[in-house]
């Protein structure tokens, strides 16, 4: 059941991208409006990634001293 929902996800995701790619090239309306749902929910759940790693104590610094 796992396999299915991450396939079908990996599915979406795959044709999140081609539709950006085909949006920069001059697509359709609609895959300008695939484009643009697929960006914005890059961007939120990079924000969502950005913020669950500073809730964790992390400040970002890779030196020791």
């Given amino acids: 059941m796992d396999v299915l929902v ?3 996800v ?3 995701v795959i044709g999140g991208c081609v539709c950006v790619v085909w949006a920069a090239r001059g ?3 609609w895959v ?4 643009v749902a697929t960006l914005a929910l890059g961007h939120v759940v990079s924000l969502a990634g950005r913020g669950s790693r500073n ?5 970002g610094d890779d030196s020791d001293g």
């Avoid at 300008?32 to 484009?35: D, M």
């Avoid at 809730?55 to 400040?59: I, L, Q």
Wanted: positive net charge.
């Fill in 55 to 59: 809730s964790s104590g992390s400040t």
């Fill in 10 to 12: 990996l599915v979406l």
């Fill in 27 to 29: 697509g359709p309306r």
């Fill in 6 to 8: 991450l396939s079908c």
């Fill in 32 to 35: 300008r409006a695939v484009a």
